[in-house]
């Protein structure tokens, strides 16, 4: 099936360490989202990228850091750096018109 | 630039009476339009959208949304709702200029009362 695959559903984190949150599209989209999901806020961008190699800062982008090597794949980092984790975050890619979104990670700090 | 106000963030309504959830942008440009559902613990998925021509579009499960472009609104509505609908729904613009990104509303979560 054509889509956007995430990975894992479920992330526990201890204090001071780095993750990674996978995200893998087959659907030959260009550009690819990260999105920050906390209770009551909506969708808040972290990073996206619109060609492979290149990528650009989100509203919150603090504590956080991505790549882009393969048009297929768009991997999100969480730093020590950021504070406050704990969130559900959502990938998505877009062609010409419409946004397709995996089913979501959510990370929580322990 | 574009912006995207859902007029309500929680909307109750009682199972099967009508509903509808409020959508108003601003943007500079022409514009693509969108509503967007969760179900709890999910990802987004496409209700319907709005690109060019008839003004009423209708999406999966029901749901109709009407384009009105002198009051920039974009309202999702239901004739008759269901326990099933019980999600939060997301209005999103995206404009037609060189940066092309999808500007999100805080959502509207909508509780259908038994």
């Known amino acids: 099936d054509g889509g956007i695959t995430q990975s894992p559903k479920y992330l526990f984190r201890k204090e001071g360490q780095n993750v990674t949150l996978s995200c893998e599209q087959n659907?030959?989209?260009?550009?690819m989202y990260w999105y920050r999901q906390d209770p009551g806020q909506g969708l808040r961008l972290i990073y996206y990228?619109?060609?492979?190699?290149?990528?650009q800062k989100g509203d919150i982008a603090e504590g956080y850091s991505v790549s882009r090597e393969k048009k297929e794949s768009f991997p999100l980092t969480v730093t020590s750096a950021q504070k406050n984790p704990t969130a559900f975050y959502l990938c998505?890619?877009?062609?010409?018109?419409?946004?397709?979104f995996g089913q979501g990670t959510r990370l929580t700090v322990v | 630039a574009q912006s995207v106000t859902q007029l309500d963030s929680q909307v109750p309504v009682f199972e099967e009476a009508p509903v509808e959830l409020r959508c108003n942008y601003s943007?500079?440009?022409?514009?693509?339009l969108f509503w967007y559902v969760q179900y709890p613990n999910q990802g987004l998925q496409l209700l319907l959208k709005?690109?060019?021509?008839s003004t009423l579009v209708k999406g999966i499960n029901g749901f109709e949304a009407e384009f009105n472009k002198s009051q920039t609104s974009f309202h999702l509505r239901k004739p008759s709702v269901h326990i099933s609908d019980t999600a939060e729904y997301f209005c999103a613009v995206r404009g037609l200029d060189s940066n092309y990104q999808l500007i999100w509303g805080a959502g509207t979560k909508l509780i259908i009362k038994p």
């Open positions: 659907l030959n989209h260009d550009a």
């Open positions: 709005y690109l060019s021509g």
């Open positions: 943007s500079s440009v022409s514009v693509y």
């Open positions: 998505a890619a877009t062609g010409s018109t419409e946004a397709f």
């Open positions: 990228s619109q060609i492979v190699n290149d990528f």
